[in-house]
Structure formats: structure tokens, C-alpha cells
């Protein structure tokens, strides 16, 4: 089954205390929508500017993506800038242009909204309930989100979790959102907001699966080469959803598996800047650290 995937589209400037690169291709769109391409068809839903490069056009169309959904408007392409610190666990934000981004409303083609499988990935969640809303009866829905849109956007966050199946976010947003240290109490609380399942991205220390009456706790990948985080959340939930929508089922197991899936490929994606890494990634590379991932999770009690 296809995968509809909304979010921002955008030109980085990444900075880490060894390199610095220009113009990368990123935006949550653009991780989550090249991710999922390993495992179904992507209806894209996003805005750029007259000056996004052909060759990242020719790129969504490799990995699987529909660019019907995509408005190419006079004037730039959403801009981000960032540094990392030797811990790349810390990265400040240089600059935000939002440019063509700043009014972006999209109206979906009609061939997109039948579509089963819906992420809508990091934006404001007004867009996101704006998308949403133009959707006919999807069968499973995810909404990925970051800590400004609990500051300045709760009510309409609140709304988006009663309308959702599957609702993603990392650990300090988790504490933030809930008022709660403890992240198995912070996921079942989120669940009596509405969504059926919480996912929470701990970053190098797995992530937390939660549903009702059972939780999932999924170790991280022990990487030797980091080079750029950027995107790798976006990568983990695109991967998710985009496993979710190729079985076209959602329960206990797949479930599970989307979430080492979702793991594998945002392993990949820090391996290199940008989605350079994941240019290169073979099915059979997808499949090996998906062993390995399985046998990190196995234990023979003595």
C-alpha cells in the first residue's frame, strides 16, 4: 500500500566540529519520504523554492516518491543552519529562512486522497490537521512533532492527537508534553490523549513502543561512524510508517518490526551528511543489520 507524507522541504548548512557542507538536501519530508521509499510508493505533499536543485528532484523520484503533491513556488527554498558539538547530542540552531515554506497550504491532488497510509511528518500541527483533513477514511495514521509546537501550538496538538492512530516523539518532548520524568508514565499517558500507540525516540538509547497494555522497548544501533544526525528521527519514523503501509497491517508484529526497521535505516542515515548514505543503501544492507538488530534483542537465560 502507498504512503502519503507531508512536511517541510529544506536546504541545510550543517556544521560539526570536523566538516562543514552547504546546501544538503533535508527537511522531514525529505528524510522521512527517501526512508520509506525502501519499503513502499510515497505520495509526497511539500512546497519549494525556484532555486531547489533538479538533481534532489531526480532523487525523491528514486526512492519511490509521487511529486504530484509537490508545488514548486516563485521565490526559495526553506533554509536551515546548524552546528553540532563534539557531543552530537548537541546542536544549536544558526539561521531559519522559512521563505516559500512561511505560507505553504497545500491542496491535495484527488489521486492522493484515498491514500491508506498517512505520516505527517515534523510541521506545524495546524498543517498537519489541514492535511489531514483532506483525507478520505485513511486506514492508519502517524503524526511525528518537535518541542516549539508544545510551546506555542498545544491546542491545536491536542486536537491532532484525538484524530491520529500513531503518534511519535522523542524523550524530552515526552517529559515536556506530559509533566512527567518517568517516560513509561509519560507513554501511557499520552495514549489517554487519543492516539492507539506512542512511539518514543530516546536517539542513542532505542526507543519506547507503547500500546495498550503492552510496551516495547527497542535497543540503538552501537555506530562507530557518526557523522551527521540531522534527519535521523525523520528517518526513523518515515521508515516506520513506510514498513507499516508495504505489510498493510498493523498489530503486535509489525508493529515490532517497524520499529527495528525504523532503527536500521536512521542508523544508516548518520553514517553520512545529508541522505548520502541512504543513496548508497542496498536491500541486503537493510536486511543484515536488521539481523543484527534482532540478535541484540535475544537472550538465552542461564
Known amino acids: 500500500m502507498s504512503l502519503l507524507i507531508t512536511g517541510s522541504i529544506a536546504l541545510d548548512s550543517v556544521k560539526t566540529p570536523l566538516e562543514e557542507h552547504h546546501d544538503l538536501l533535508g527537511g522531514s519530508a525529505s528524510y522521512a519520504g527517501v526512508a520509506a521509499g525502501f519499503f513502499t510508493d ?16 531526480e532523487l525523491y523520484q528514486k526512492h519511490r516518491m509521487n511529486l504530484d503533491g509537490l508545488e514548486i513556488a516563485d521565490g526559495k527554498t526553506f533554509r536551515w543552519s546548524g552546528e553540532y558539538e563534539w557531543d552530537m547530542n548537541n546542536r544549536r540552531t544558526l539561521s ?7 505560507k505553504f497550504q497545500p491542496t491535495l491532488p484527488a489521486s492522493y486522497r484515498h491514500t491508506p497510509y498517512v505520516f505527517l511528518a515534523n510541521i506545524a ?15 492508519f495514521v502517524v503524526a511525528d512533532t518537535m518541542d ?9 496538538l491536542m486536537e491532532l492527537l484525538k484524530k491520529i492512530d500513531c503518534f511519535i516523539l522523542n524523550e524530552s518532548e515526552a517529559r ?18 487519543g492516539p492507539k500507540y506512542v512511539v518514543i525516540k530516546k536517539g542513542e538509547h532505542g526507543c519506547l513502543l507503547f500500546g ?17 544526525p540531522t534527519g535521523a528521527g525523520d528517518c526513523f519514523a518515515g521508515a516506520f510508517a513506510g514498513y507499516l503501509a508495504s505489510v498493510d497491517r498493523v498489530d ?4 515490532r518490526n517497524a520499529v527495528i526497521y ?24 537493510i536486511s543484515q543489520r536488521y539481523e543484527i538488530f534482532r540478535a541484540m534483542s535475544q537472550f538465552v537465560a542461564g
Open 148 to 156: 516549539l509546537w508544545l510551546e506555542i501550538a498545544r491546542e491545536p
Open 252 to 255: 503486535a508484529v509489525s508493529l
Open 262 to 285: 525504523g532503527s536500521v535505516i536512521a542508523s544508516f542515515n548518520v553514517e553520512s551528511f545529508s541522505l548520502g548514505r541512504l543513496q548508497t543503501l542496498t536491500p541486503r544492507d
Open 125 to 139: 500541527p495546524q498543517l498537519q490537521l489541514h492535511v489531514l483533513a483532506q483525507m478520505e477514511r485513511p486506514r
Open 96 to 102: 531559519v529562512a522559512l521563505n516559500v515554506f512561511e
Open 42 to 57: 510515497v505520495n509526497l505533499v511539500g512546497i519549494v523554492g525556484s532555486d531547489f536543485p533538479q538533481p534532489y528532484l
Open 212 to 228: 495498550e497494555g503492552h510496551v516495547f522497548s527497542a535497543p540503538a544501533y552501537p555506530l562507530e561512524d557518526l557523522h551527521d
Open 176 to 193: 515536556e508534553l506530559m509533566k512527567e520524568t518517568n517516560l513509561i508514565k509519560a507513554g501511557r499517558g499520552i495514549l489517554k490523549l
